[in-house]
């Protein structure tokens, strides 16, 4: 597990930048909120992710689309945009009826939208919180191929957002979240490096 006082750092980053560039945010949830949607899923989130739901925002800040919110009221409508997270979990944990070989890894939770289906997802279950990128785009017949590492940790996940320099980030396009580094704008990001054989290995069929 990393260190917490790093943590702290860059929550207050976050924090910071979701109340100058993200208001009108919603309300943190409660600890009793967590616990349904921990309850929910059936595992606890990764610290870090708890926190963000816990001390930011339910949901609605970071890059792109921001941040699903957390779970929904019972008759509340899920959206592509804004999910809910625990929704969004159990709607791809469950069988496909059309595709047999479809399958979603344990323990990994989708957090946003990139749009086009690409998804931003956690893996609750490893220390780090490691991000990966579900891009079901270009898959054939193994959805094992849909799955890249996009950063090691969720802390540096967030560093990488808040500086703009992701995979994701266009110094050119207009980018509400992000503050971009100049000496870093000309740098290309590296290749995101697949994660199909531990995908496959939790996915649980």
Not at 104 to 125: H, K, N, Q, S, Y
Not at 129 to 137: A, I, M, Q, R, S
Not at 146 to 159: G, K, P, R, Y
Request: aromatic residues 10%; hydrophobic residues 40%.
């Amino acid at each position: 597990m990393e260190d917490p006082p790093r943590h702290d750092d860059i929550m207050a980053l976050v924090t910071a930048r979701a109340k100058e560039r993200c208001a009108p945010l919603q309300p943190p949830v409660s600890e009793g909120e967590l616990a349904a949607a921990e309850k929910g899923l059936g595992f606890p989130l990764h610290p870090l992710l708890a926190r963000l739901y816990r001390e930011v925002a339910d949901g609605g800040f970071g890059p792109e689309y921001g941040l699903f919110r957390l779970s929904t009221s019972a008759g509340s409508r899920v959206s592509e945009t804004a999910g809910p997270l625990t929704a969004a979990y159990r709607d791809r944990r469950a069988p496909d009826p059309g595709d047999d070989g479809w399958f979603w890894p344990e323990g990994v939770v989708p957090i946003m939208t990139w749009g086009c289906g690409m998804l931003a997802c956690v893996d609750c279950r490893s220390p780090q919180g490691t991000v990966l990128l579900f891009e079901p785009n270009p898959v054939g017949d193994d959805w094992a191929d849909a799955w890249f590492v996009d950063s090691n940790s969720l802390a540096s996940w967030l560093e990488t957002s808040l500086n703009g320099t992701g995979w994701y980030s266009d110094p050119d396009a207009e980018d509400d979240w992000a503050d971009f580094d100049a000496a870093e704008d000309t740098a290309a990001p590296e290749a995101l490096r697949r994660w199909g054989a531990q995908a496959r290995a939790r996915s649980g069929s």
